[in-house]
């Protein structure tokens, strides 16, 4: 990481490696401590590979780390050649619990945790609303940490349960809905195929 500092209350985040623009964050001497530790540089530096950047990475001083951009990240990309990206958004990250088990692409189930040493290699189901079919994508982080937001255990009228932070999202009929907002007897999509358990080759 090459962070420079320009004045009180700018850094420098140098282009290196993919970077295709260098990248800027707004942050005191004590502020940048805590930008550092929680990692947010990288995903400024993240987003500065992206195509179609223009000009610079910049993080506002309230950034800190997101899913895809870091929160209090702004970026703009050109029309002719750059993304459209849902993490651009900068929302804060919701979490399943290390239990919670994961379908990949070939039909097996993963357990979170145990994606630690895969995860760079495996794809996994998801589904694209706008295209109302199942997808494999790609695993972009792989992200071990504590909440700081409330944590949850839900029991499906199945039986089955999942544990998540209070701001996971559920496929509902009235659409995706936070856990924070669902009320006992609503009801929320599960994927049909549990897949066969995965065993190591």
């Not at 623009?21 to 550092?36: C, F, M, Q, R, W």
């Not at 195509?51 to 951009?69: R, T």
């Not at 944590?151 to 559920?170: E, N």
Request: proline share 4%; with cysteine; net charge negative.
């Amino acid at each position: 990481m090459n962070l420079k500092k320009l004045d009180d209350y700018r850094y420098l985040v140098e282009k290196t490696g993919k970077m295709r623009v260098p990248g800027i964050i707004y942050a005191n001497e004590h502020t940048i401590k805590k930008v550092i530790e929680d990692k947010a540089v990288q995903q400024v530096e993240n987003v500065a590979t992206l195509p179609g950047i223009e000009k610079v990475s910049l993080a506002m001083p309230d950034v800190h780390w997101g899913y895809g951009f870091p929160i209090g990240g702004v970026a703009a990309f050109r029309i002719s050649d750059g993304v459209i990206s849902p993490g651009g958004i900068g929302y804060d990250i919701n979490c399943l619990s290390g239990d919670s088990e994961i379908l990949t692409e070939f039909g097996y189930r993963i357990k979170i945790k145990d994606f630690d040493k895969i995860w760079q290699k495996e794809k996994i189901v998801s589904f694209d609303f706008e295209k109302d079919e199942k997808v494999s994508t790609d695993i972009i982080r792989f992200i071990k940490f504590k909440p700081k937001t409330g944590v949850y255990k839900i029991t499906l009228q199945s039986g089955q349960t999942i544990i998540a932070t209070d701001d996971h999202p559920f496929y509902t009929k009235d659409g995706m809905k936070e856990l924070r907002y669902l009320k006992v007897g609503d009801e929320v999509g599960v994927y049909p195929f549990e897949g066969v358990e995965y065993e190591e080759p």
